[in-house]
């Protein structure tokens, strides 16, 4: 049973940066695409970026594109995600998820791809 668990969200003003890291366990497949998502109070939960484990291949969307990077360690099982430039609107529940074989792309950044979850974590971007 694949796990993930998610850490590294804070209390940030703005204009500042956090690390996020998802450490997964469990793994079975040669190859599973690592999502990062968010979900604001109210707010429909929304793709950020992802990542292809084997090949390391990425997608951003729109609204992180240029602030926020994401990364791998493999030999750690983990993923990463560079936040800088932290905006109010950034303030939200932050969630990985992975599933095994799904190809890197737009298509990743939907919530209904993916089979497994982590917790999440909560980052707050005060003004």
């Known amino acids: 049973q694949v796990q993930l668990v998610e850490s590294g969200g804070a209390l940030v003003q703005s204009g500042g940066s956090l690390r996020l890291s998802c450490v997964g366990s469990?793994?079975?497949?040669?190859?599973?695409?690592i999502g990062w998502f968010r979900q604001a109070p109210g707010k429909k939960r929304e793709g950020i970026s992802c990542?292809?484990?084997?090949?390391?291949?990425?997608y951003y969307a729109d609204s992180v594109k240029g602030r926020f990077t994401i990364s791998r360690d493999n030999a750690k099982n983990t993923v990463f995600l560079q936040m800088n430039n932290l905006k109010p609107e950034d303030t939200a529940v932050y969630y990985c998820?992975?599933?095994?074989?799904?190809?890197?792309?737009?298509?990743?950044?939907?919530?209904?791809?993916?089979?497994?979850w982590g917790q999440g974590t909560q980052v707050t971007v005060s003004s």
């Open positions: 998820a992975a599933e095994a074989r799904l190809g890197i792309g737009k298509r990743a950044l939907g919530e209904y791809e993916y089979d497994y």
């Open positions: 469990g793994f079975t497949s040669d190859y599973y695409a």
């Open positions: 990542i292809g484990t084997s090949d390391g291949s990425t």
